[in-house]
Structures are given as structure tokens and as C-alpha cells.
């Protein structure tokens, strides 16, 4: 959070007031934002303003009250100063404000607003909603969502990472345990994934971004959900506990489902 700091000041913004809650050099209360970025670290010594500033401190008897300007920035900044009313305590307190969605400020705050805000915008993958949708269960959409990703801690990553592990399957113990051996190729798990799967489909995909796609197109029911979804359950539950040996409580022999 705290690293979020600097970019704080970019979604708020002060209604000057009385003028005595606002910063004059880090809220933005002027067209230039944060003075302090504008004028640099200089800028407090040139305006023989404190760091710990409010507003109202740089008026006197009403009016705004700044010496000389004897750079560009802090003429820039002394220009925009005085598009701003000088604060009086008939205006009121200080009101901040946050950024809506439309890029206009409000005071009511919405983390998910500030959250679209500040987040970097990737490409609309297609197998979005085959991860997302109404009938979810939490859990294990977000397995689903790391599975398709690629980001489970399996071990061939760990090894990446330069953890001191293994790099065989915890499954089976005959293969380097990546994504793809993890949910399809391991003997252990092409068991379970078949038995779910062909309950839905006659030839079950075998691979996470093929059997997206099917199941989309069958989103309308929910058993359609439950095969991706379930073994991403199980197989992200085992990553997660990887190293403290805890598998699901199941056995091959538990799952020689039907056929379709
Ligand atoms: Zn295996």
C-alpha cells in the first residue's frame, strides 16, 4: 500500500475550503497537482513555505501571499495558485475528492473504480468466461484461472525459481511435473480428468486451453462446469500444499467413472 503513495495524489483532489487541512505541497489542489513534483525539493526554501504547509498559509488578511517567483516552475506554479479562491473559514472545510470512471471527481470513493484505475489493462482472453461466471465456486475458478495462466506453484517452475526441490510429479514420480503432465499426462491425473470429462464429452480434450472452449460452449449447464474446474480444484490444491505432502484424499481406483 504504501508503495501506492506517490500515485495517491493522481485520484484525489482538494476543494479548497478554509484551507486549513490541505497540504499546499503534496494534495492536489491546483490544475498542476502535487506542487512539491512541479517545483522540486528546492521548492519549499524558493516559496519560504514549510513542507508541512496548509493551504491557508500561504495568504495573508485573505489574499494569497507568495514572494517573488524567481524560476519557470515557480512562476508556473504562482500562475495556477491564483486560478484557485484564496480560502476563507466561510467556505467551509477542505473537501477531498476521488477520481470516478469518467475521469471526473466525486466524494464518494469505489475501490473498484480506483482499482480500474490503477490496474494495467490486458487483452480479453477467450476462455474467460469459462473461469467466471455465475455458478462458480470461488475456489476453484481460481485454481482454474492460475491452471490456464500457467502459474501454479508446480515444480518445474520451483526449479525455475531456484527452490531445492525435485523435479519429478508428486503423483506419479515418472516425469517432470509441469502443467501440462500435471493435469493430463500423469497417470494419476488422466484417471481422475477422464472420469469426470467423459461424462460431458465422448473424446475429452487434452488440454486446459482446448477444453476451455468446450466448455463454453456448453456454459449453459452446470455439469458442463464441473469437470475443468473440479480437477484444477484437486491438482491446485495439491500444488499448494506441495511441500508439506498433503494430496487429496483420493485414489485412482475411486474414479473408473463411465464412459460416455
Ligand atoms: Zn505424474
Redesign the pocket.
Known sequence: MLQLRPILSHYMKCVIGDGASASFWYDSWTSLGPLIEVSGESGPRSMRLRKGASVGDATRDGAWHLPPARSPEIQEIQTAITAVEPPAPSNGPDIFQWRKSNDTFGSAFSSKVTWENLREHAATVYWHKAIWFKERIPRNSFMAWLALLRRLPTKDRLLRWGMNVTG????????M?THH??FF?????SVIWNAFASQIWSNPPSDLHAAAPFQLQRLHSRKASLPVHHLCHLEGKKCAHLHFSILPNISPASFSGPAA
Open positions: 519429478e510429479c508428486v503423483l506419479c514420480s515418472s516425469a511435473e503432465h500435471l499426462e500423469c497417470s494419476y491425473s
